[in-house]
């Protein structure tokens, strides 16, 4: 029992943030894949999940070893156009994420209980700033862990929604291609929300706060000592990108089975598809559905505002830790406010995110490119890694995923024009 507890003890960000990727417009866009498609895109798990892993253990490398994020590692290492580039580009996609989480947090919530969505929409965003303000780094990476458990809801679903499972696990291995625009999008959706910007710069971040934490110092200073500690960085990444894969695939199966069965193929929302999950799965998939992107809600919209927030403040050199106290780290704390906040205004304003969620995703894909290619940059430059520079073998892989996004991009632009 106490080796059991010390494994889990050491799950953290890895975790987290595989959590955080399964985020309502993330959800959204699943629902829409597995309606609109069936089974017949989820192959594309099987191929994005080690793209997904080892782009994420490149992120967490380079915040643990050089001990600064990865806009901190641009503005240091390399010319400052690129460092704007970047966080600029983190900034847009972010926001439209936002956007789209938050309203379908409302509109969820709104399915439950009757009242209008729009004072849920605010009311969420307001939660997540307090949290990310007045708690502690360790009482909020703590809320953050208990709240990734909301995923479970989504087995829930899948127990309940009939799924042909022959067919299903079949669809994981062998490809259902289209030569097609609509397929080439959702291929590309798929991995924009399955990839995203916000997921490099959280994680690197996190480790950095991991590091202030334990008061550690940059593994790039005690190079002989950083193997175990680089091991754990790798297994903590593993285990929560696979769980966010399960979940992933898990949301599909759901939707595929039910929607896509019944020919309903157009699912605009996250919401939309839980209510459309009600006469084909019965109530409880529909609560489950419903509750799930609340709670995944409120796991990502902190990790969304928190990622921009350490872009944005790294690049103006100001202090960035959501340990720091609210008047040592006022610009940190303005930008995840001012972040949730112009998200959470969409619903205001009657612009509805969530009809673009889909296409946000595919946007997600096509800024993830040039992120991507920076950070392998970083994390091949002795400069800024010192001898803990990635591997040949894990650098191929993670050239490689950058080479598939960026292919799955050119076709997408190819099918279209």
Excluded at 123 to 138: A, D, H, K, Q, T
């Amino acid at each position: 029992m106490p080796d059991k507890k010390s494994f889990l003890s050491k799950l953290g960000p890895g975790l987290v943030t595989g959590a955080a990727d399964d985020d309502p417009s993330g959800i959204g866009t699943h629902s829409q894949v597995g309606a609109q498609f069936g089974y017949g895109l989820v192959w594309t798990f099987t191929l994005s999940f080690p793209l997904l892993a080892v782009i994420q253990i490149v992120s967490a490398e380079i915040g643990r070893v050089t001990g600064r994020g990865i806009a901190a590692n641009l503005r240091r290492h390399y010319p400052r156009p690129l460092m704007w580039f970047a966080v600029s580009l983190l900034l847009v996609a972010n926001v439209i994420n936002l956007g789209a989480d938050l309203s379908a947090m409302g509109d969820s919530l709104a399915l439950l209980t009757g009242v209008r969505a729009g004072y849920y929409t605010l009311g969420f965003g307001l939660v997540c700033v307090l949290l990310e303000i007045f708690l502690s780094y360790r009482a909020y990476s703590s809320v953050l862990k208990w709240t990734s458990l909301s995923l479970f809801a989504y087995i829930g679903v899948v127990a309940v929604a009939h799924v042909p499972w022959p067919h299903a696990l079949r669809s994981l291995v062998i490809p259902e291609l289209q030569w097609n625009a609509v397929y080439a999008t959702g291929f590309v959706a798929i991995l924009g929300t399955t990839i995203s910007p916000y997921l490099f710069f959280w994680q690197a971040s996190q480790e950095v706060e991991e590091e202030r934490r334990r008061h550690a110092k940059p593994l790039c200073v005690t190079p002989k000592s950083a193997g175990p500690e680089l091991k754990e960085i790798r297994t903590d990444t593993l285990i929560g990108m696979a769980f966010s894969t399960i979940i992933s695939v898990a949301i599909v199966f759901a939707t595929a089975a039910t929607l896509n069965a019944h020919g309903i193929t157009d699912i605009e929302s996250s919401a939309q598809a839980a209510e459309a999950l009600r006469p084909f799965a019965g109530d409880l998939a529909f609560a489950l559905f419903a509750a799930g992107i609340i709670g995944t809600g409120l796991l990502a919209v902190p990790v969304l505002a928190g990622s921009v927030a350490y872009g944005i403040t790294e690049m103006f050199r100001f202090t960035a830790s959501l340990d720091a106290k609210p008047w040592k780290a006022r610009f940190f704390y303005a930008v995840i406010a001012a972040a949730t906040f112009a998200g959470a205004s969409f619903d205001l304003l009657a612009i509805n995110p969530i009809k673009a969620l889909y296409w946000s995703a595919v946007i997600n894909g096509v800024l993830a490119v040039p992120l991507m290619a920076l950070m392998m940059l970083i994390v091949r430059n002795p400069r800024a890694m010192g001898k803990l520079v990635l591997p040949p073998g894990m650098t191929i892989v993670g050239w490689a995923a950058t080479a598939v996004m960026a292919g799955a991009t050119l076709i997408f632009f190819w099918s279209f024009f």
